[in-house]
């Protein structure tokens, strides 16, 4: 994706800040015939040039001659040109013959040259006399000074006037002091078109809205890490926008009316509310829109929404933009996308440019850049490097860099020294540290330990953790509770708890009716459905148990794909089964090759089936040998069985 218009949008905000600086007075100038608005600051400065010469020409006669009204009309027409000396003498007379825009912009110009006191002076004269931007400014003068009892009393003035800059002035005082008043005159500034009202009354309902969908005590979301069967780090870090706590769907009530402020005020060029809106759209799912938002934000500078707007574009597929802006936002200082520009030249075996990112990232500030030198210098097998960046993070709070820190300690043979960093990590939240601990534990045969750290890892959603809790389960004989951690593990891709959850169904299903030739087949029970689902992940008891079931319905076809899988994965019994299935189709020569690989993994019975093709093919001594076999293997009853043929086929080689 290519993005137009960049360049031409930035020289046009450059533009805007440089008349907006020369006009910053405007805010606070009154104009002549509209006394009670403040004179809008967005006004067009390309105004036509003769038109406003006329204009100024026409208020010249008529102050010339003694009009009162043009007098303060040509004295704020000067001043706010910045021809403070013109103005004065006009304003000056205006305001003594009791014009009260004249006494504000007097206030104003007097501001202007470095005299704020009496300043203060003309605006409490103008604001007595009913001024609403008199007394916005002399709230603010107050303010300054620190006597916020005095700047309150103005800035009520003003905002119940319905002065917008005045009402936002209060409820900012307001807001200082945690006064709940402070809302009501946000929203007063707001419904007048005030956009930094609007984005901080669209916060406050934002917050209010978090917590309560969290609870006033919680500041975040707990990150859930990719479930482990070993104690492994997870991978970079590297986080997307904040968005807010409001789940995805339909927005209501608080949530509903805070998006619809953010978007007022982002409509309104507000860049810090484009973002935010971009991050709820985001949330929602309506990437197209939230990306809009991002992109507009983007381009008057917010580092963030350049960020977020490269994290959109890489998940669309568009790698090369988004580095664009992610290079754009990590140069004006966002560490979250140095780091996504660390893991995107990582990603492609750039190991120095990474390396680079990374520590721009960690001088931004963001203490994943040292995390994610660590994960850098581990994978090159810079061990005493990856320690040292992997501490610098976990002394800094970075929870993942102190489980990832206690790995290597653990992994060095000092499981004294990784335990606290582990216990450190799992009390801050991360969910690996927690199974590792378990791991730890249940490597020092501290069953009760380990099963506390694998019901809490369990907790919050952890895979293989909810697999050890299932297995402790029926290993203590309570099969309800296993039943429920093992389909959450099962669920979250185990196929071991996926196969441990089909055994717990298998055992209670009633024992099936043999197959009648030309009966329907049977629907395929839960029980097979999570042995399947555990086949297909490469589980090879599971396999040999779909291909005993497909059997069982008379499915041959099917049981031999599945028997034949996992015999050429390693599986001694789906090779013992898969030859039985041969020979009871005629296909025993292949059925042979097949039981020896299974008597050679140590399978007893196949070994006995060998013996006894052995004896059928008058191979005594063969035929011995596999009894042998058959016998040091096991189990009791094929022992039994072996040694008799054995017997047998030694007298038969004495005769």
Request: with cysteine; glycine share 10%; hydrophobic share 45%.
């Amino acid at each position: 994706m290519v993005f137009m218009g960049d360049r031409a949008t930035l020289l046009e905000t450059g533009r805007f800040v440089q008349r907006h600086a020369r006009n910053a007075a405007d805010e606070i100038i009154e104009a002549v015939g509209a006394v009670d608005a403040a004179v809008d600051t967005t006004a067009d400065a390309d105004t036509d040039a003769e038109t406003e010469t006329e204009t100024e020409a026409r208020h010249r006669r008529a102050a010339e001659h003694g009009d009162l009204a043009s007098m303060s009309a040509l004295g704020a027409l000067l001043l706010r040109r910045g021809d403070l000396d013109g103005a004065e003498p006009y304003l000056r007379g205006a305001t003594a013959e009791g014009d009260r825009a004249a006494a504000n912009n007097l206030g104003v110009l007097l501001h202007q040259r470095g005299y704020p006191d009496e300043a203060a002076g003309w605006w409490r004269v103008a604001a007595v006399a009913g001024s609403a931007p008199a007394a916005h400014a002399l709230g603010r003068h107050h303010r300054e000074r620190g006597d916020e009892p005095a700047a309150e009393y103005w800035l009520r003035q003003a905002a119940e006037q319905g002065h917008a800059l005045g009402a936002y002035a209060l409820a900012d005082l307001l807001e200082h002091r945690s006064d709940v008043g402070a809302e009501r005159w946000l929203r007063a500034a707001a419904e007048q078109g005030h956009r930094e009202a609007a984005y901080r009354l669209a916060l406050a309902l934002e917050r209010r809205v978090t917590e309560t969908t969290r609870g006033p005590h919680e500041t975040g979301t707990r990150l859930r890490a990719p479930g482990t069967r070993a104690v492994v780090p997870s991978g970079a870090a590297v986080t997307g926008t904040a968005v807010p706590g409001q789940p995805a769907g339909e927005r209501t009530g608080e949530a509903a009316e805070a998006e619809q402020w953010f978007r007022q005020a982002a409509a309104r060029g507000h860049r810090r509310a484009a973002l935010h809106l971009g991050a709820i759209l985001e949330h929602r799912g309506e990437l197209k829109e939230a990306g809009r938002w991002y992109l507009s934000s983007a381009k008057e500078g917010e580092a963030k929404a350049a960020c977020a707007l490269g994290f959109l574009l890489r998940d669309a597929g568009d790698e090369e933009s988004a580095a664009v802006w992610w290079l754009r936002a990590a140069q004006d200082g966002d560490g979250n996308a140095a780091n996504a520009l660390g893991a995107l030249h990582a990603a492609r075996g750039e190991q120095q440019t990474a390396e680079r990112w990374y520590r721009a990232a960690m001088d931004a500030g963001d203490v994943n850049g040292a995390y994610n030198l660590g994960l850098l210098c581990a994978a090159q097998d810079r061990i005493p490097q990856a320690e040292q960046w992997y501490r610098r993070a976990a002394y800094a709070g970075h929870r993942e860099a102190a489980n990832a820190l206690a790995v290597l300690l653990l992994q060095a043979g000092d499981a004294n020294g990784a335990e606290p960093w582990f216990s450190k990590a799992a009390e801050a939240g991360s969910v690996d540290a927690a199974f590792n601990l378990g791991i730890l534990h249940a490597g020092r045969d501290d069953d009760r330990t380990a099963l506390v750290w694998y019901e809490r890892a369990a907790a919050a959603g952890h895979t293989e953790a909810a697999l050890q809790v299932g297995i402790a389960a029926l290993r203590d004989g309570d099969e309800q509770t296993a039943e429920r951690h093992l389909r959450c593990a099962a669920g979250g891709g185990s196929a071991e708890a996926a196969f441990r959850l089909a055994s717990v169904l298998d055992a209670r299903r009633p024992e099936p009716s043999p197959a009648v030739l030309g009966a329907p087949r049977e629907e395929k029970s839960e029980c097979e459905e999570w042995y399947e689902r555990a086949a297909q992940q490469g589980h090879r008891r599971a396999q040999v148990r779909v291909g005993m079931l497909a059997a069982g319905r008379g499915d041959l076809a099917e049981a031999d794909r599945w028997y034949r899988e996992a015999a050429e994965a390693g599986s001694r019994n789906g090779a013992f089964n898969l030859g039985l299935l041969l020979a009871r189709e005629g296909s025993e020569r292949e059925a042979a090759l097949w039981w020896t690989r299974a008597a050679r993994a140590g399978h007893g019975r196949a070994a006995l089936r060998l013996a006894l093709l052995a004896a059928r093919r008058g191979e005594l001594t063969e035929g011995r040998r596999w009894c042998d076999r058959a016998v040091e293997l096991g189990p009791a009853e094929v022992a039994e069985r072996a040694a008799r043929l054995s017997e047998a086929l030694h007298q038969e080689l004495t005769a």
